[in-house]
């Protein structure tokens, strides 16, 4: 199994930068996709991005292309989701998952392990 431990959440003004990281542990977690999904106030999980095992395939959901981008080092078994030009519709809680394929994306029922989630926060 595999344990997943986020950090990099924060307060921050519209139109400025975090970095969020995923840290992986247990068997093998290099060979896993690790998506980032979020949960607004009031609102249902939703998809954010993911990155393949390889590094190779990434995807995005529609509201932060060109503005998030995900990236993996498996050296370290790190995840991270560089998230520029922040806005106030971003504030949500952030949870990174694996799954072992790369299918389905935004199910959150094809991921089988799950981080604690880490708060971000951005004001207008």
């Known amino acids: 199994q595999v344990q997943l431990v986020e950090s990099g959440g924060g307060l921050v003004q519209a139109g400025e930068a975090l970095r969020l990281s995923c840290v992986a542990s247990?068997?093998?977690?290099?060979?896993?996709?690790i998506a980032w999904f979020r949960r607004a106030p009031g609102k249902e999980r939703e998809f954010v991005s993911a990155?393949?095992?390889?590094?190779?395939?990434?995807a995005y959901a529609e509201s932060v292309k060109g503005r998030f981008a995900i990236s993996r080092d498996n050296a370290k078994n790190e995840v991270f989701l560089q998230m520029n030009s922040l806005r106030p519709e971003d504030t949500a809680v952030y949870y990174c998952?694996?799954?072992?394929?790369?299918?389905?994306?935004?199910?959150?029922?094809?991921?089988?392990?799950w981080g604690q989630g880490t708060q971000v926060t951005v004001s207008s």
């Open positions: 247990g068997k093998t977690p290099e060979i896993y996709t």
């Open positions: 990155i393949k095992w390889n590094g190779q395939n990434t």
């Open positions: 998952a694996a799954q072992e394929y790369y299918t389905e994306l935004d199910s959150e029922v094809m991921y089988d392990y």
